[in-house]
């Protein structure tokens, strides 16, 4: 199994271009979500969806769309990247709403604004 | 506001020392605390974890002990070897206004266990 894919694995924008951030999980997960990664500051969330069909805000929305667009995909958008935006992008799924089972992570999308 | 603060920073143990990371939380309706490993290039991957009515739990060399009245709890790595080298995030977990749970992680340590 592949578990957590996401796509693309490093990206390059500059300031104001839009891209999506592409993540599929093979699991059958009910959840997913979206975190991203700076450097002294550990992983934030930034939008989560519980179940297909619903998603919610997490700590750092701002700048950022979801959309679910079934129950193995999950997308992030920029609309307008931000070199604040510069970051590492991980999408994780679990298989219920409860946390006391493992968060499965994919290996990240690195996206440098510039 | 960091909800959930790690320490250390970062970490150099010798090859067969003992690790030790450290958290703390102010939120009580914190139900959850799991420890993640996280290997350069990869994503987090979970380790171990404890729920707030156990004071320890023991996973091979690894062990979380946790102090409810304190709000702390800490991850022991016995015999650390260099394999052991990552990052390391420690998360708790609450449900959230629209009821579902969703993870708050520490900032992460940095651990390099020397040869």
């Known amino acids: 199994n592949a578990g957590v894919t996401q796509t693309p694995k490093f990206q390059v924008l500059k300031t104001g271009q839009s891209m999506t951030l592409q993540c599929a999980q093979d699991m059958n997960h009910n959840s997913m979500y979206w975190y991203r990664q700076d450097p002294g500051m550990g992983l934030r969330l930034i939008y989560y969806s519980a179940s297909e069909g619903t998603t919610d805000k997490g700590e750092v929305p701002n700048g950022y769309n979801v959309s679910r667009l079934n129950k193995r995909e999950f997308s992030l958008r920029l609309e307008s990247a931000a070199p604040s935006q510069t970051s590492v992008y991980f999408c994780?799924?679990?298989?219920?709403?409860?946390?006391?089972?493992?968060?499965?992570f994919g290996n990240g999308t690195r996206l440098t604004v510039t | 506001q960091q909800q959930v603060k790690q320490s250390p920073q970062s970490l150099i143990v010798q090859k067969g020392g003992i690790s030790i990371i450290n958290c703390a939380y102010e939120n009580t309706a914190f139900d959850y605390f799991p420890w993640y490993q996280q290997f350069p290039g990869k994503g987090p991957a979970l380790l171990i974890a404890i729920r707030p009515d156990v004071s320890e739990k023991k996973e091979g060399r690894f062990t979380i002990s946790f102090n409810k009245s304190a709000k702390q709890f800490s991850l022991h790595i016995m015999d650390s070897q260099p394999g052991d080298s990552a990052t390391y995030f420690c998360?708790?977990?609450?449900?959230?206004?629209?009821?579902?749970?969703?993870?708050?992680f520490g900032k992460g340590t940095m651990l390099l266990v020397s040869p």
């Open positions: 994780a799924s679990i298989s219920g709403t409860e946390l006391n089972s493992p968060l499965h």
């Open positions: 998360a708790a977990s609450s449900v959230r206004d629209s009821g579902y749970s969703t993870l708050t």
